[in-house]
């Protein structure tokens, strides 16, 4: 299974080690999508914007998709097609909040 994730799962932050032996891919932009700062990223449907993401083959045993499934409760795992790739990623089940929660740059972020 692929797994795109952002915010803290992504390689450096302090839950990345919750992905256990899943192999990392390559850099993806999830279009449609745009992150909130609610002290941790979410992130929300925005048909006019992107999302940095790292794209994972998922460790296999199982314990690692409980776990992540654990941890990321307040969201819903779903899956995307974007060009050639199929992923899962965690999507924010709550209400959209306004653009002053935005994140527009900064450590989760790249060039």
Same mark, same amino acid.
Not at 3 to 22: D, I
Not at 39 to 58: Q, T
Not at 72 to 97: A, I
């Given at each position: 299974?692929?797994?795109?994730?952002?915010?803290?799962?992504?390689?450096? /932050?302090? =839950?990345?080690?919750?992905?256990?032996?899943?192999?990392? &891919?390559?850099? $993806?932009?999830?279009?449609?999508? %745009?992150?909130?700062?609610?002290?941790?990223?979410?992130?929300?449907?925005?048909?006019?914007?992107?999302?940095?993401?790292?794209? /994972?083959? =998922?460790?296999?045993?199982?314990?690692?998709?409980?776990? &992540?499934?654990? $941890?990321?409760?307040?969201?819903? %795992?779903?899956?995307?097609?974007?060009?050639?790739?199929?992923?899962?990623?965690?999507?924010?089940?709550?209400?959209?909040?306004?653009?002053?929660?935005?994140?527009?740059?900064?450590?989760?972020?790249?060039?």
């Amino acid at each position: 299974m692929k797994l795109a994730v952002y915010g803290t799962l992504k390689q450096g /932050y302090r =839950l990345h080690h919750c992905l256990g032996k899943s192999i990392f &891919l390559k850099r $993806i932009v999830i279009e449609g999508f %745009r992150l909130h700062d609610l002290g941790c990223p979410i992130m929300v449907r925005s048909p006019n914007d992107k999302v940095h993401a790292e794209l /994972y083959d =998922l460790d296999p045993d199982p314990k690692i998709l409980k776990r &992540l499934d654990e $941890i990321e409760s307040m969201y819903s %795992r779903v899956e995307l097609n974007q060009g050639d790739d199929t992923f899962s990623v965690y999507v924010y089940k709550g209400r959209p909040f306004g653009k002053e929660c935005n994140i527009v740059h900064g450590a989760y972020l790249w060039g």
